[in-house]
């Protein structure tokens, strides 16, 4: 909508020469912007390489999918016109938007559907390959019809075509996908030099609404203090995602600056290791729950930003539960009988947490919190993100421990026996199974009792739910508040 | 003096090999997976053992490291396990920035330094002499990142004269490159400047007292041409060594100012590999450094021997 709207200022400015708004000094709209960023993409190639960073420049801008997240979580149609499924929920037929190319001027048809597709299970390592399990066979039915046809129902894999998994490729764009990514967006990569910048061009043979902005630098931060410097001396536009909450208020009472304040997937958890000796019994996780006053850790951490959910699930899934953010409330005296009744006194436990400033801070008032009713925490910082990857997240060598996990719907991965928080229920797993072959209506449902369940076997403590905190000019318009997804989407901002 | 030289570049490879075994020993001990970093936290542990194969972390240490200090040695860096492209032209380009910051720094810091440092010497009895002083003092005690952050805000974000960080490569855009230099130049020279000024000023206070000195007063020339027509020149020598020293501090300090800054040097270069786990790229970022710290200290030698005829015949 803003994009449309913005086409019109711009024709409307053409014609009249007028120079109402934010404009150069030429009289003409100021159409480039400037978002400061602090993590940045090693390279950009996401099919072989982790993290948010990729993506969140890339996605979206650069390369598209059949289907995107709109800021609301929604699924909608993107290089697919629209789409129907069969009654079994097995068949998925696309049709696709004609006349779309890629930026080296090759046409996207169903045969880079299923190029693409089929190129995820050989080639990706990185990004959630096994996303895209459940396809059994994909047919390119015609030029503008792909049909994709799945060994079983599943509800996440639609979704999952909204993430990296879903990207479009043409075979003539991969030869340096480090470097030089070739996608469908509306966006182009001008340059690139990791650590620093990302320089976007607007793609002129884009095939949907042409984006307001027509250049973009996504500049990369390594202090969040450089970061909103930048940005109070006019060098930057944007930032996305503050991480420092207590950088927030001076923007609050300047006129020259707005702050956007939506929902993220950021679920900071303090995670404890459910196969260890210190944190098997369930009622000492539990007595853990009641002991933490996670409201007085989110004051501490975040300086208030944020919101309580007690379970894994933000607010933009359907099966969101607010009412888990009461399940366990403040009761010191309750995890004190707990832990009695679970026969455990002086217990001491290894409390190893990633150097990242809102888990140390969190850190210290969970550690003061556990000593009231007992339980002795020894915190060690681990250099985030090598060693805690290996020590924790790798080895499982941890009793407790504090981190953000910002995957979209990663509730799923959390219960995985396997993973590091070392839950283990066959019948929470049965249930996300049977979940994901569902109805639409009990999706949602059976999505809701196995989260609920983890929230009850205290798998793990969710403490709150990360803030999606933009901070930009005055007169940026469409600037995405909420961030359901990894991509940062600039096609709609304006000014 | 070519005995000298040579004997000194015999040192001076030696120390590059042996700096290239600390450092790999160092980083083969760190802990951390570069594999899992690289696939992140979705990949299964038997993804990241192929990966680990792939990036040939698998292989003994000892074949690691012939393997790649044989190829540094044809000048090949390797090529990041990162950015997947070729370390070489990673570090030029980041040393080319970090010695445009240091260069200017010095620069500034000599320019500051020997008025000034002469100024307090001369004064050195007056109360304004003294009240100089001081003023170096505290400029020697002030960090360079405080500094840094304190020029950001009051030039940045307060008057918005100069940018708060960044930086513009000077053949594309030179105004743009000028702005940005500006204020990390002057956070990361103005403690060398405030040190440099005391080293100045005690020179200049040892030289007054010389014979020659005296000699050349006697002469008749006035305290101020005597100082400058034979004085500075032997004031320099100490000075000199000084700032030999300085610019390997420097080279540390711009590992703080490009972070202050955002400046996409070779600290900043460094820090991130190390995040990262790139360890090709660290072992070469490191090994850059060393060789240049110690060229920096052989020139510093040579020009010795250029500004003090003495120490040609001593060598």
């Known amino acids: 909508m803003f994009a449309s709207i913005a086409t019109v200022m711009v024709a409307s400015m053409a014609l009249v020469g007028c120079s109402s708004g934010s404009t150069t000094a030429g009289g003409k709209p100021d159409t480039s912007l400037t978002v400061g960023l602090l993590a940045t993409p090693g390279n950009l190639d996401y099919t072989t390489t982790a993290g948010a960073a990729i993506p969140q420049a890339l996605l979206y801008n650069v390369y598209e999918g059949l289907v995107k997240l709109d800021n609301d979580g929604t699924i909608i149609p993107l290089l697919a016109e629209s789409w129907t499924v069969s009654d079994d929920g097995l068949v998925y037929d696309f049709l696709l938007h004609d006349g779309v190319t890629f930026s080296d001027g090759s046409p996207f048809t169903a045969e880079s559907v299923k190029f693409s597709l089929e190129r995820v299970k050989d080639n990706w390592t990185a990004n959630g390959p096994a996303y895209l399990d459940p396809i059994a066979s994909i047919e390119a039915v015609s030029d503008t019809e792909a049909r994709i046809t799945l060994s079983k129902p599943s509800n996440s894999w639609l979704f999952n075509m909204s993430g990296p998994v879903g990207t479009m490729f043409t075979e003539s764009g991969l030869a340096d996908l480090a470097t030089a990514p070739v996608g469908t967006g509306p966006y182009t990569v001008s340059s690139f030099k990791s650590g620093d910048s990302l320089v976007l061009a607007a793609n002129a043979d884009y095939w949907g609404e042409a984006p307001y902005m027509t250049g973009v630098t996504l500049r990369y931060f390594t202090d969040a203090t450089a970061q909103t410097n930048a940005l109070l001396s006019g060098d930057i536009n944007l930032i996305s995602g503050i991480s420092q909450f207590q950088l927030v208020d001076q923007f609050k009472s300047n006129p020259d600056f707005q702050v956007l304040e939506g929902a993220s997937t950021g679920e900071v958890t303090l995670s404890m290791n459910n196969a260890s000796d210190a944190f098997s019994d369930v009622r000492v996780r539990q007595a853990v729950m009641y002991a933490i006053d996670r409201q007085a850790v989110m004051d501490t951490a975040n300086s208030g930003f944020g919101l309580l959910i007690g379970s894994m699930v933000p607010p933009t899934d359907p099966w969101y539960d607010e009412s888990l953010a009461d399940l366990y409330p403040y009761d ?53 993100p090598a060693v805690w990857l290996d020590e924790v997240f790798s080895k499982h060598d941890y009793d407790m421990s504090l981190i953000m996990h910002s995957e979209p719907r990663d509730v799923t991965a959390f219960a995985a026996p396997t993973y590091y928080a070392g839950y283990d229920s066959p019948a929470v797993m049965a249930k996300f199974a049977e979940a994901d072959g569902a109805d639409a209506t009990s999706y949602i449902e059976l999505m809701k009792e196995a989260t609920t369940t983890m929230a009850e076997e205290a798998a793990a403590d969710w403490l709150y739910l990360q803030p999606a905190i933009a901070l930009a000019d005055a007169d940026l318009l469409g600037v995405p508040k909420n961030t359901p997804s990894l991509a940062l989407d600039l096609s709609t901002i304006a000014r | 003096m070519v005995l000298v030289v040579l004997r000194r570049l015999g040192v001076f490879a030696t120390t590059v090999v042996v700096a290239s075994v600390v450092t790999f020993l160092m980083l083969s001990i760190l802990p951390g997976n570069a594999a899992r970093i690289a696939l992140g936290v979705q990949a299964s542990e038997a993804d990241v053992a192929a990966q680990a194969t792939a990036m040939g972390l698998d292989r003994p240490a000892i074949v690691r490291y012939l393997d790649w200090f044989g190829n540094v040695l044809i000048g090949d860096f390797g090529t990041s396990t990162v950015s997947r492209q070729a370390i070489g032209p ?32 001369v004064r050195q009895r007056k109360p304004d002499g003294a009240i100089l002083s001081g003023i170096s003092q505290i400029g020697v005690a002030v960090p360079g990142f405080l500094a840094g952050m304190l020029l950001v805000t009051i030039f940045a974000v307060t008057l918005r004269w100069l940018p708060a960080g960044g930086w513009v490569d000077p053949g594309e855009d030179f105004g743009g490159f000028i702005e940005h230099l500006i204020l990390p130049a002057i956070a990361l020279g103005s403690v060398q400047g405030a040190v440099l000024s005391r080293y100045v000023r005690s020179s200049v206070l040892e030289v007054m007292r010389e014979d020659f000195i005296r000699t050349a007063r006697a002469k008749g020339l006035g305290a101020g041409r005597a100082l400058f027509r034979h004085g500075l020149r032997n ?34 270069l460094l820090l991130d590999k190390v995040a990262l786990r790139d360890l090709p790229a660290v072992q070469g970022i490191v090994l850059v450094l060393v060789v240049f710290v110690l060229a920096l200290n052989f020139l510093v030698d040579l020009a010795f021997t250029l500004i003090d005829p003495r120490l040609r015949s001593a060598t």
């Open chain 2, 235 to 268: 004031a320099a020598v100490p000075v000199m060594t000084v700032l030999g020293l300085q610019i390997a501090t420097l080279l540390v300090g711009a590992v703080v100012i490009e972070r202050v800054f955002s400046i996409p040097g070779l600290g900043s």
């Open chain 1, 332 to 384: 010191p005296d309750q995890a004190t009988d707990l832990l009695a009744e679970a026969g455990v006194s002086d217990l001491t436990v290894a409390f190893k947490i990633p150097n990242l400033p809102y888990a140390v801070a969190g850190a210290q008032v969970v550690k003061d919190q556990l000593a009231k009713v007992g339980i002795t925490a020894n915190v060690t910082a681990l250099e985030f």
């Open chain 2, 90 to 121: 990673e570090i030029t380009d980041a040393l080319g920035i970090t010695v445009i910051l240091v260069l200017t720094s010095v620069v500034l810091a000599l320019l500051f330094a020997i008025p000034f440092g002469i100024l307090t010497a």
